[in-house]
């Protein structure tokens, strides 16, 4: 199994400019994660899905954010536009819920550079 | 709302020594506590997952224990070696399934040679 796989693993761009994080989660996993790593924060959830369905996207900063599922094997999170704020590692973890043992793991990151 | 503290933010030690890691959280009623390593520029790596019936888990010379009605929990680390060098986050569920977890801050351990 090869993980949890983000894309792109660093990403700089111009304030203003549109960012798109990828994730894909172990295939069988019915949960998927985003988290934002900040030295200040630590790790914050933004959204999670459980079966491609968005449950909670109350730690979503703002309407500039926003992120998708559209199958069990992919999902998005955009910024648009991106703000130096933003600037982050972002984290998708997924999760299976089997037999009480509730393992998460979590992909490399992405490390977005807002300039 | 679930608050989880991890004390001390920074622990630098010898090699081989002891060492114990500190979780504290706000609400008792968990169903279980994790313990992730992270190393710098990687993401998270699970290494012991306790359930709330349980007291504590070991895996090799990590051992981390539970203490529910106290809000606490400890990652003993015995004989430490360099490769030890990491930060350790202890995180808790915000409820049963496949819920988020909540995250300590993390403890940055250096292990000196």
């Known amino acids: 199994d090869a993980g949890v796989i983000q894309s792109p693993r660093h990403e700089v761009t111009e304030m203003g400019q549109e960012v798109t994080l990828r994730c894909k989660p172990i295939?069988?996993?019915?949960?998927l994660f985003w988290y934002r790593q900040t030295m200040m924060r630590g790790l914050e959830l933004l959204i999670y899905?459980?079966?491609?369905?968005?449950?909670?996207d109350s730690g979503m900063p703002e309407d500039r954010f926003s992120a998708k599922m559209p199958n069990a094997s992919f999902s998005t999170l955009k910024i648009q536009p991106s703000e130096p704020r933003d600037s982050a590692v972002y984290f998708c973890?997924?999760?299976?819920?089997?037999?009480?043992?509730?393992?998460?793991?979590f992909g490399s990151g992405t490390r977005l550079t807002v300039v | 709302k679930q608050e989880v503290t991890q004390i001390p933010a920074a622990l630098s030690v010898p090699e081989g020594e002891n060492l114990v890691l500190n979780c504290s959280f706000t609400?008792?009623?968990?169903?279980?506590l994790q313990w992730f390593r992270q190393d710098p520029g990687k993401g998270l790596t699970s290494l012991l997952l306790i359930q709330s019936s349980q007291r504590e888990q070991t895996s090799g010379r990590l051992n981390a224990s539970l203490d529910k009605s106290s809000g606490r929990s400890t990652l003993y680390i015995a004989a430490s070696q360099p490769g030890d060098s990491a930060t350790y986050l202890c995180?808790?569920?915000?409820?049963?399934?496949?819920?988020?977890?909540?995250f300590g801050k993390g403890t940055r351990l250096s292990v000196i040679a």
């Open positions: 295939s069988g996993h019915n949960s």
């Open positions: 609400d008792s009623a968990i169903y279980n």
């Open positions: 899905f459980n079966n491609n369905v968005p449950i909670d």
């Open positions: 973890a997924s999760s299976l819920a089997a037999g009480g043992n509730y393992g998460y793991t």
């Open positions: 995180a808790v569920p915000l409820g049963s399934g496949n819920t988020p977890l909540v």
